[in-house]
């Protein structure tokens, strides 16, 4: 009986014995067409596919090797719903690039990319090497993106935890094995080369010694063919496509001297620079290796939040349980989560009780106590009961998917000073070759002996490698930082903005307080006043409780627990900030801020936060509480300390914002306004400063749109976290002294980064040209700087 192909279905002809490694199992296939489809979806680590899939594949068309398209599998819209996404009408992606060594490589593979019709947007992170790419689908695919970038000497990847992980295990072997290989060749080289400076082989013949210049040629020629082929490849790659990147000037460095080397061997005449070229590529492999080292640690963030996403999920299907892709799972879909499990996608709880652990997301390490209607988050972990759930949406739409791809936007961006050193850097490279044949030319007529290492000098020790990991690597730590401690940058500007703020908006209520109301007063006018007390507060608050359940203001959660079901409530209709009409029983109602419902004569004779009214009869007032955040204070405190001028805005009465702000002591408090008066506030405060506001509810969108920055809280709703630049995932207030702090520590080490950049090869050209610096002196230097601006953007992971 033939066996059928793992990947297709169809039977296997006989005499074929071609086979595809799928986790750790050779599988049989029946064409060359199938293996090839096959071997992509394994080298793209997209293996899933075959473990959930619900039927076989098309079968791949036989094609000739040279017609085989590596990346055109990944055109299939069902491999593509587990890493692309629809964003504004575009379809985007984050990709792995493998390849990249410094940010002049980004640099260059975003002008390719960018020039392909259909890209909306392309953003490279170089420090840690991946991509996010937006694009049109009616204009181009994501095969002839991916073919692009391998043109232009990268390779890209669908970005996966598991797959970027391999990468990176791939590219520290490489570096290891090159630097291992070039390190013991060197050391061999070095003792020749030591032996003949200092007289060891004085008495041996001349044959022996040409002989030994023989043997340090052989023992080179490993070192820099094998060892500094990276640099040749990333030079060869920008040359050909018309710029210049950071190994350029390396390459002709490194070839130079040892085609030097190799004339004065064949030729038997002049110096063997062999011992200076090897050890030269050595120290560079191992600058390029510790910053290697290091971005990678920086870049760790995105990879580990999306391992936290879990295989598989228990699907619940008419009354029965089964396994599937957590990547399969769609909206509306019923999924039951054990104890201990890891949640699969963002849900609202049908039935069940748990402690749920957010730490992963919000840096908080306490469970929350989550029950029915409340919702949960992918990559969120269950305590201690089973939880019957409904998704929300598919994993691509998570929140946990929506951090790492707002955490890469965030660290793609480049502030105003990066792209100007960017542009900088470009014709810095420019004027390195400039000046380094200038300075040949000089020496080649003053002291001819000199001239070479001089010129190799100057080549090496102006690489402006540090120059271009200034911003990249800054930014990368820092983003890091705030998402472990729970804050979530939604918009690239918020690190350089941040430092410019200086007065800052507040919500009143769920922002400076709880927003957990507790009533804690009734009282009661007209008819309900007439009859029993105790009855007629019970009517009143059935009724209240009947108009606040169409509410998503704080305000309503107070009235929940008398809500009465028998009540039938139509023709409701809700005023953003102010309050909610419609008919319960078939009586007209409103309820609201007395502002809104009484005229001014009526509004100051009461105080109370909320008013019922019938028709136009005033039947209750509603007392509430809403306690103060512990932390609110402090924040206060540390923005006067700062010069940030502090201001509330509030739909609420004014005697409740008066009492909040003699506690706080902020500087100005408007109280009763609308969501329009509100954003005119904000708009008349930006004529004199640039201005954050922090809310939490539906009525603070506009003015959260309306200021220069906007930071929402955890627990506001969704479409006050929708418009912010920054969501509070910890829903503390102390998130946002950390996101001031960090920010403007984030500015400071970019600023020392680049005068640390320039200023050291502002200060090592004029020792090169004049001929102060030996070629190992400069090599030296160069890795130094990168690793310093490196290690120096590494401070922002640490509190």
């Not at 030079?235 to 950071?246: D, H, I, T, W, Y």
């Not at 707002?406 to 000073?417: D, F, G, R, V, W």
């Not at 700062?642 to 609420?652: A, C, K, R």
């Not at 502002?762 to 040209?769: F, G, H, K």
Request: hydrophobic letters at 45%; glycine letters at 6%; proline letters at 3%.
């Amino acid at each position: 009986m033939s066996k059928a192909c793992f990947h297709c279905g169809e039977p296997v002809p006989n005499g074929i014995n071609l086979l595809t490694n799928i986790e750790s199992i050779n599988q049989p296939m029946c064409c060359i067409g199938c293996q090839a489809v096959a071997q992509t979806i394994v080298d793209n680590g997209l293996t899933d596919y075959y473990r959930f899939r619900s039927a076989p594949a098309q079968k791949g068309e036989v094609l000739i090797p040279e017609q085989l398209q590596r990346n055109e599998i990944l055109d299939d819209e069902s491999l593509q719903n587990e890493f692309a996404y629809y964003h504004d009408g575009f379809k985007e992606t984050i990709l792995t690039i493998d390849g990249i060594s410094c940010s002049a490589c980004a640099w260059l593979i975003e002008m390719q990319v960018s020039k392909l019709d259909g890209i909306n947007k392309i953003t490279v992170n170089a420090t840690t090497q991946r991509a996010t790419v937006q694009w049109q689908e009616s204009q181009v695919k994501l095969s002839e993106i991916l073919s692009l970038i391998d043109k232009i000497g990268y390779h890209g990847l669908p970005f996966k935890a598991s797959s970027a992980e391999k990468i990176n295990k791939k590219q520290a072997k490489s570096f290891i094995k090159r630097l291992g290989i070039s390190g013991i060749l060197m050391m061999q080289v070095m003792m020749i080369a030591f032996g003949l400076y200092f007289g060891a082989f004085s008495d041996m013949a001349e044959h022996n010694v040409i002989y030994l210049r023989w043997a340090s040629f052989f023992l080179t020629l490993p070192i820099v063919t094998y060892g500094a082929y990276p640099f040749y490849k990333s030079a060869f790659f920008s040359l050909k496509a018309r710029q210049l990147s950071m190994d350029v000037p390396v390459s002709i460095a490194i070839i130079l001297a040892f085609l030097a080397s190799c004339w004065a061997t064949f030729t038997q005449q002049g110096e063997v620079y062999f011992e200076s070229v090897s050890m030269f590529t050595f120290l560079i492999l191992i600058g390029k290796f510790l910053e290697f080292r290091a971005r990678s640690r920086a870049a760790d963030v995105s990879a580990n939040l999306l391992k936290l996403m879990p295989m598989t999920a228990t699907k619940i299907e008419q009354g029965v349980e089964r396994f599937i892709s957590a990547n399969h799972l769609k909206a509306d879909d019923i999924i039951l989560i054990k104890p201990g499990e890891t949640i699969p996608a963002d849900s609202e709880i049908i039935t069940g009780t748990s402690q749920i652990n957010e730490a992963m997301l919000s840096g908080e390490q306490l469970p929350l106590k989550k029950t029915t209607l409340d919702n949960i988050f992918a990559g969120t972990i269950n305590g201690d009961s089973n939880l019957t759930a409904k998704v929300k949406h598919n994993n691509q739409e998570s929140f946990l998917s929506q951090l790492i791809r707002l955490s890469e936007n965030a660290q793609s961006h480049k502030p105003k000073l990066a792209k100007l050193s960017d542009k900088i850097a470009q014709y810095f490279v420019a004027l390195i070759l400039i000046v380094t044949i200038m300075t040949a030319i000089y020496w080649m007529q003053h002291a001819p002996a000199e001239a070479f290492w001089i010129t190799l000098s100057v080549l090496v020790v102006t690489c402006p490698c540090a120059l271009s990991l200034a911003t990249p690597t800054a930014l990368t730590c820092a983003t890091t930082r705030l998402n472990r401690e729970g804050i979530m940058i939604k918009s690239a500007h918020v690190l350089e903005t941040m430092p410019e703020i200086d007065a800052m908006a507040f919500d009143k209520t769920g922002t400076l307080t709880t927003g957990e109301f507790s009533l804690v007063k009734v009282k009661t006018y007209g008819d309900f006043s007439a009859e029993n007390t105790l009855e007629g507060q019970q009517q009143v608050l059935a009724i209240a409780a009947a108009l606040e359940a169409h509410s998503a203001h704080p305000l309503a959660k107070a009235f929940s627990p008398y809500r009465d079901f028998n009540q039938t409530t139509t023709q409701v209709v809700v005023a953003p900030g102010a309050g909610i009409s419609g008919e319960v029983n078939n009586q007209h109602y409103r309820i609201g801020k007395s502002s809104w419902l009484l005229d001014d004569n009526q509004n100051t004779a009461y105080s109370a936060q909320c008013v019922l009214m019938q028709g136009e009869t005033l039947v209750a007032e509603f007392y509430l509480h809403d306690g103060l955040r512990n932390d609110a204070k402090p924040l206060i405190e540390f923005l006067h300390q700062q010069d940030i001028e502090t201001t509330m805005l509030s739909g609420d009465n004014l005697q409740g914002c008066n009492k909040l702000q003699s506690i706080l002591q902020l500087k100005s408090v408007q109280a009763n306004l609308s969501a329009q008066d509100k954003v005119n506030a904000i708009k008349q405060q930006q004529a004199t400063h640039t201005v954050a506001m922090i809310g939490d509810g539906v009525n603070d969108s506009p003015v959260l749109g309306a200021a220069h920055l906007s930071i929402a809280m955890g627990s506001g709703t969704d479409i006050a976290k929708n418009g912010a630049d920054v969501i509070l995932l910890n829903n503390k207030l102390k998130g946002v002294q950390t996101l001031r702090q960090v920010s403007v520590r984030t500015a400071r080490i970019i600023k020392q980064n680049y005068l640390w950049a320039f200023g050291y090869n502002a200060i090592v050209l004029p020792l090169a040209v004049t001929g102060h610096i030996a070629p190992y002196m400069a090599v030296i230097g160069m890795s130094a700087s990168s690793i310093l601006v490196v290690s120096n953007s590494l401070r922002l992971l640490k509190k």
